[in-house]
């Protein structure tokens, strides 16, 4: 799938199948998150890919609006150093994921994390250094359904562009 091809076609899905997904596709998810931009090239990011059921359990229970990663077979907690840039950098990086995920037929959700009160007991469970802040919980699984993989309505182009001025 080209890239203008995925960004069309993501979507948050939160039901999947029951099928693992292989450590080598995992490993290039994470690779584009580290190919995300970052301020002054810092790269802050620190990434955790969690696949053991009972834990993904159990960040489903602490996350508000993510009870469905119990169902998951994966999840990606992008964690960044306490830098300047670090929400802004730990975005783009989650946003190389979800992108990555759905060219390669995976099925990907957002859950917030910066800010939430759920972030210390999810770093503590994680076992995280103070120093570095949840910016971002991603599930991941095989999509339930194979039509979960299509274009979302959107406004259209003429009705946000603008030239020069507002």
């Given at each position: ?15 999947y ?24 090239n ?27 990663l119990?169902?998951?077979k ?23 994921i ?69």
């Open positions: 799938m080209d890239m203008m091809e995925a960004i069309k076609l993501r979507r948050s899905i939160r039901e199948k029951n099928k693992p997904i292989p450590k080598e596709i995992l490993e290039k998810i994470v690779d584009a998150a580290r190919h995300a931009p970052t301020a002054k810092i790269q802050p990011w620190e990434f955790i890919v969690i696949t053991q059921s009972e834990t993904l359990k159990k960040i489903g229970e602490l996350a508000q609006n993510g009870r469905f119990a169902q998951a994966a999840c990606i907690a992008v964690y960044c150093s306490d830098t300047k840039y670090y929400l802004e950098d730990g975005c783009a990086a989650t946003e190389n979800l992108l990555a995920a759905t060219a390669l037929g995976i099925g990907s959700c957002w859950i917030a994390g910066d800010k939430k009160p759920y972030c210390t007991q999810i770093s503590s469970l994680l076992n995280v250094p103070p120093t570095y802040k949840l910016v971002s919980l991603i599930s991941l699984g095989y999509p339930e359904s194979e039509k979960e993989f299509r274009a979302a309505d959107k406004k259209s182009l003429t009705s946000l562009i603008h030239r020069e001025t507002f």
